[in-house]
């Protein structure tokens, strides 16, 4: 990558924990400067996070489970929603911000040329990112699919995209 030029991951509303340490992993792979989980996707616990809750220890033993230590690794942040979490980073620096998404108007990735940081959104599993929240996005890319599955697992298509976008910048 460039020197001046950084990547950052949000991701938004991904219901499974193994999906998101799978991007964890990924995103620490890529030297991903800061990764934010928002809306309701489950995030680690904090290091000093002591609160008995059954169900937080579950999750993050399974975000552990896939991320294999890059949750301790890279630099990861929680908002409550997508425009926080833009907001969070366009604070930080200039950002483009592109969503990862399968519609008609989405520019394939092989097309899209980044020209500063980029701030890469993935959304849920099934629904992807909501139409309201698309406002929010500078541009949509896609990944081409040559089979005859509709789209890829979300931590795949994120692997996959910023495997693409690391060439790119």
């Not at 509709?150 to 790119?168: K, R």
Request: some cysteine; charged content about 20%; aromatic content about 6%.
């Amino acid at each position: 990558m460039k020197a001046n030029i950084n990547l950052y991951l949000i991701i938004n509303n991904v219901r499974s924990a193994h999906n998101v340490g799978a991007m964890l992993r990924t995103a620490e792979g890529f030297a991903v400067k800061q990764v934010i989980l928002c809306g309701y996707t489950p995030y680690p616990r904090l290091v000093n996070d002591q609160r008995p809750c059954h169900i937080s220890a579950k999750v993050d033993a399974q975000i552990a489970k896939t991320a294999l230590g890059a949750e301790h690794m890279l630099y990861w942040d929680h908002a409550a929603d997508l425009p926080t979490a833009i907001q969070k980073i366009r604070h930080a620096e200039d950002v483009e911000v592109v969503s990862l998404e399968l519609l008609p108007e989405a520019q394939t990735i092989e097309r899209f040329k980044p020209t500063r940081s980029i701030a890469l959104i993935v959304g849920n599993e099934v629904k992807g990112i909501e139409p309201d929240e698309l406002k929010y996005c500078d541009k949509i890319i896609a990944i081409p699919m040559r089979g005859s599955k509709e789209s890829f697992n979300v931590s795949v298509a994120a692997g996959i995209a910023l495997f693409y976008l690391t060439l790119m910048v």
